[in-house]
């Protein structure tokens, strides 16, 4: 979790984090998550995510950090993750005593304890349903901008529709991350935000069309009330902020929240691109993003509502297997030292001398593939490679399949750019 405070010049003017692992070892994540036994389902404990804000608030406020000065806040979640709240919550939340740190007062809110991530590959069934009872996989992504992926949260609602119907009856509103995140400090459930909320998996491309076609596989008509209110722009005003923060930290009764949205929006806008640019982010998943005019929906890559335009569109391939691969042969090859790892890269030529590979800890979204893939430069498949070579061949493979995937995809990379 990370926060960043800036003036009206856009200075930097505090910075700081939680790291999950490290400074909440109660909850005994690896990553920030739990892979379960399958290594199919992985989740995140919603209570881990409460407690590192009440952490990192803490530490502004024990570092001096003068609330009262904050005009307005917004944010940014991990897409694909959703939070079950449970029947009742909306009064708990709403009412927080601010003598207690917000994870205490909330620690019975939530019907599902351990939340569903972007890195959970468990709802290949519903998503079978989905796209055949919409026509197909295009056809889908046609609607929506996206095949069916099963980390989508349209499909993990689904999954626990089907397997723990009871759990579901004792949930009152269903939020995304980035929703979740603005609801805590709303202290009223915040809405979904058309960019963040196309990665549902039922929303029409198009905001102004209503499209939940997969209303049918979830087969529930409670869907709507449990996903909340219609959908804002990422760049409305949500509400103010909770009485509680106020009382707390100091804020002032007048800071504005805004909506907050999934991280790889917050990313086009935070880059600021426009028209015909590209932008990657390597980050626990790599994404590659870029704006568009004109949806032209794909089997691979996903077409999301633009965060800064309401008529626009962003374009967008993601990669599961980012830092954390690279991390792993970091520790591997390097001794854990990025230092030492950028040393083995520099000391390799550009073309590894033919020698590739293709790594997945997890299984990939694109290309579908799991498993490390050692190639040398007469193609022959080997089992191992020195580490520095490892290390070439690990940046290169991932550079080389979001460019390859990408071009697939229609985008185009001019001669003048690859000069530059």
Request: charged content about 20%.
């Amino acid at each position: 979790l990370k926060v960043i405070a800036i003036d009206e010049q856009l200075r930097v003017i505090y910075e700081d984090n939680v790291h999950f692992d490290k400074d909440l070892p109660e909850f005994k994540t690896q990553g920030g998550v739990y892979i379960h036994s399958d290594r199919l389902t992985v989740t995140s404990p919603v209570l881990m995510w409460v407690k590192a804000l009440d952490m990192i608030l803490q530490k502004m406020k024990s570092s001096g950090f003068n609330f009262s000065q904050v005009r307005a806040l917004s944010g940014a979640g991990q897409q694909h993750g959703s939070v079950y709240w449970k029947k009742g919550s909306i009064q708990i939340l709403k009412n927080a005593s601010s003598e207690l740190p917000l994870h205490q007062s909330l620690k019975a809110c939530f019907s599902v304890s351990n939340s569903p991530i972007w890195m959970d590959s468990s709802t290949a069934s519903q998503c079978s349903a989905l796209e055949k009872v919409v026509g197909g996989a295009q056809c889908l992504a046609s609607i929506t901008g996206s095949r069916a992926y099963e980390r989508f949260t349209g499909n993990q609602i689904a999954k626990i529709y089907s397997q723990d119907p009871e759990v579901y009856l004792q949930t009152e509103r269903i939020s995304l991350v980035s929703s979740f995140a603005a609801s805590l400090f709303l202290g009223a459930y915040a809405p979904i935000d058309y960019s963040d909320g196309k990665y549902v998996g039922f929303f029409h491309i198009y905001p102004w069309k209503e499209g939940w076609p997969g209303l049918r596989v979830v087969s529930c008509r409670e869907l709507r009330e449990a996903g909340g209110n219609l959908p804002i722009f990422p760049f409305l005003w949500a509400g103010p902020i909770s009485p509680y923060y106020s009382q707390r930290y100091g804020f002032s009764p007048d800071c504005k929240v805004v909506a907050f949205t999934g991280d790889n929006p917050a990313s086009l806008a935070g880059m600021r691109l426009q028209e015909g640019d590209i932008a990657i982010s390597l980050g626990t998943s790599d994404t590659l993003f870029l704006w568009i005019q004109e949806p032209t929906p794909a089997l691979e890559g996903h077409i999301l509502c633009n965060p800064v335009d309401s008529q626009a569109y962003m374009a967008l391939l993601c990669f599961k297997n980012g830092s954390l691969m690279r991390e792993r042969i970091r520790d591997d090859c390097a001794s854990g030292s990025w230092d030492e790892f950028s040393k083995a890269l520099s000391s390799t030529v550009a073309g590894n001398n033919g020698n590739l590979g293709f790594y997945f800890d997890v299984m990939e979204i694109t290309p579908e593939a799991v498993g490390i893939h050692r190639f040398n430069r007469d193609n022959q498949k080997v089992s191992d490679f020195p580490k520095e070579v490892e290390i070439r061949a690990l940046i290169e493979g991932q550079f080389m399949a979001k460019r390859i995937h990408a071009e697939k995809l229609g985008y185009k990379v001019s001669k003048c750019h690859e000069k530059a």
